[in-house]
């Protein structure tokens, strides 16, 4: 896993995944193709289409080929634009997102029976790497996108998605529902619900739970692993840790938290991730060294994701579908980061977790200051809270539904 500070471009990290999205697919021996539909709009997307490839792998080695293309940046300018300007509205202004969300939903028009804008680079696509599925893991890329693939390639490819959403209501896109597909792969059991009444046919739906890569379901670690996992850090093991991530399109607020953070410094050390933004990693370790007393790890881009939420007491995030299934797995209390407003597309995270009173949100830094003391003065009730985490762990991995979609 990436710590979300931003969305790379896709690499070929492991045998049988094919990631440049411009050149044309070379003759394989793989016996099946899935071709991945995402865009960098965040980074939970192309999260999802990472783990879907490593689980590909896992399974099935290099008899599954796996392409990884974002659609929207790389088949017209319009959306490329509209990618950028959906980046930047989330680092900077999250509140302007309810305007731009209804703006997006506008494209069930522009895709009603088929793929209107950047229609003949997807065309191209398909004809050049032939699919055998199609997998979208993006709210954008169902609607239109599985009537053509079955225009140019025929009935037999099979279509599914997956949508990470926790719940309905406001915030879930109803671009994420294609009724023609083969298979609508849900996070929860709320998610399939919501498929379930726009006549999604039953059959064809499945709850596949948080969709993360292989090593989020692996056994956690010893006392005697976590000791020395805080000792190469410089960390105490003992103390409660903080773990400021980082939004998607490389949204944060360390600075501020780490201020609020400066009352409970005799109590909280903080585990600070800072993805590849050098500059940010250096301003995090001068303002360390000003307060001489604040213990705190910055680090860079890491793909040791799992580890650090298994080491920590709390991550504090965006309320992203990604980051927080991830916490769940990993028995992570999370307090939901809304500096600057909560995104629509955040709201069906936080509702999910509100109903279930295990989760807690902050629109001010100085908020987690009342909510860590409490914590640390009430050890037995911060105990209840991660008891009431672990039935929403539902650690179903992606296996079955891939099984499904690829009829192997």
């Known amino acids: 896993m990436s710590d979300r500070n931003e969305t790379d471009v896709l690499t070929s990290a492991s045998a049988g995944v094919t990631a440049s999205p411009r050149r044309l697919a070379k003759k394989s021996t793989a016996h099946k ?51 950028q300007f959906y980046n930047v509205i989330q680092r900077h202004v999250p509140w302007f997102h309810h305007f731009y969300y209804h703006l997006g939903e506008f494209l069930e028009l522009i895709n009603h029976s088929t793929v209107g ?8 696509l398909l004809e050049e790497f032939r699919p055998d599925a199609v997998l979208s893991v993006h709210g954008c890329l169902n609607l239109g996108y599985f009537e053509l693939v079955k225009e140019v390639l025929g009935p037999r490819v099979r279509c599914a998605t997956y949508c990470a959403e926790f719940s309905g209501g406001y915030g879930f896109s109803r671009n994420w529902v294609n009724r023609g597909g083969d298979g609508f792969f849900a ?6 619900g919501v498929a379930l009444r726009r006549r999604v046919e039953p059959r064809n ?13 692996g056994p956690g670690l010893s006392e005697a692993a976590k000791e020395e996992a805080f000792g190469k850090m ?11 991530s980082t939004g998607g399109a490389g949204a944060q607020n360390h600075l501020s938290f780490l201020e609020a953070l400066r009352p409970l410094r005799d109590r909280v050390q903080a585990i600070v991730l800072c993805g590849r933004n050098e500059r940010t990693r250096r301003n995090i370790e001068d303002w360390a060294d000003r307060q001489g007393s604040f213990t705190l790890k910055a680090l860079p881009f890491t793909n040791d994701m799992p580890n650090l939420l298994r080491l920590a007491s709390a991550v504090v995030a965006r309320a992203g579908a990604t980051t927080a299934g991830e916490a769940l797995l990993s028995g992570c209390p999370i307090i939901f980061n809304a500096l600057g407003g909560m995104m629509p597309q955040e709201i069906p995270t936080w509702r999910y977790f509100k109903a279930r ?51 192997r």
């Open 33 to 83: 193709r899935l071709l991945i539909l995402t865009s960098a709009t965040g980074a939970g997307h192309d999260t999802h289409a990472r783990a879907t490839a490593a689980w590909c792998q896992k399974l099935y080695g290099s008899t599954v080929q796996v392409r990884i293309e974002h659609v929207l940046e790389n088949s017209h300018l319009f959306y490329r634009g509209g990618v």
């Open 117 to 124: 804008f950047g229609k003949d680079y997807c065309v191209r």
């Open 187 to 192: 996070r929860t059991e709320e998610a399939a």
């Open 205 to 217: 739906i499945h709850v596949a739970g948080h969709w993360a890569p292989p090593s989020f379901y």
């Open 234 to 244: 410089g960390l105490d093991p003992r103390r409660f840790t903080v773990l400021l």
């Open 357 to 407: 009173n295990t989760g807690t949100v902050i629109y001010r830094p100085g908020a987690i200051t009342a909510i860590l003391r409490r914590w640390l003065d009430d050890p037995e009730g911060y105990a209840a809270l991660r008891e009431r985490l672990k039935p929403l762990r539902h650690a179903v991995t992606p296996e079955a539904a891939l099984r499904s979609l690829l009829g």
